[in-house]
């Protein structure tokens, strides 16, 4: 079982960043993959970002790539999702979920997470 806890978001102005963080529970969280999701208000689930168990291989959409950074520090059971130039669009609440793998994968699709945090509100105004 795995407990995850965002926080980090807030109010920030088009162009600003935020850091978010996302602490889990446990003592294996190095045999997890990590994701990081996002729903805006009348809008599906979509995905933001992954990182495989090492941090060694990420993957990220289209609409964040080049601005927003995953990375994940094994020893502290965290995963961060940095956020830059955000715009107004980027508003939604974010999640960050855990896959249990073998391998040195990265997972994008939510049927492939087994743990999901409650999220953490980002708003960025225009």
């Known amino acids: 079982q795995v407990q995850l806890v965002e926080s980090g978001g807030g109010l920030v102005q088009a162009g600003g960043s935020l850091r978010l963080s996302c602490a889990a529970s446990?003592?294996?969280?190095?045999?997890?993959?990590m994701g990081w999701f996002r729903q805006a208000p009348g809008k599906e689930r979509e995905f933001v970002a992954a990182i495989d168990r090492s941090g060694g291989s990420t993957y990220y959409a289209g609409s964040v790539k080049g601005r927003f950074t995953i990375s994940r520090d094994n020893a502290k059971n965290t995963v961060i999702l940095q956020m830059n130039s955000l715009k107004p669009e980027d508003t939604a609440v974010y999640v960050c979920?855990?896959?249990?793998?073998?391998?040195?994968?990265?997972?994008?699709?939510?049927?492939?997470?087994?743990?999901w945090g409650q999220g953490t509100q980002v708003t960025v105004s225009s």
């Open positions: 446990g003592r294996t969280f190095s045999s997890y993959a």
């Open positions: 979920a855990a896959a249990a793998v073998r391998g040195s994968y990265y997972y994008t699709r939510e049927y492939q997470y087994d743990y």
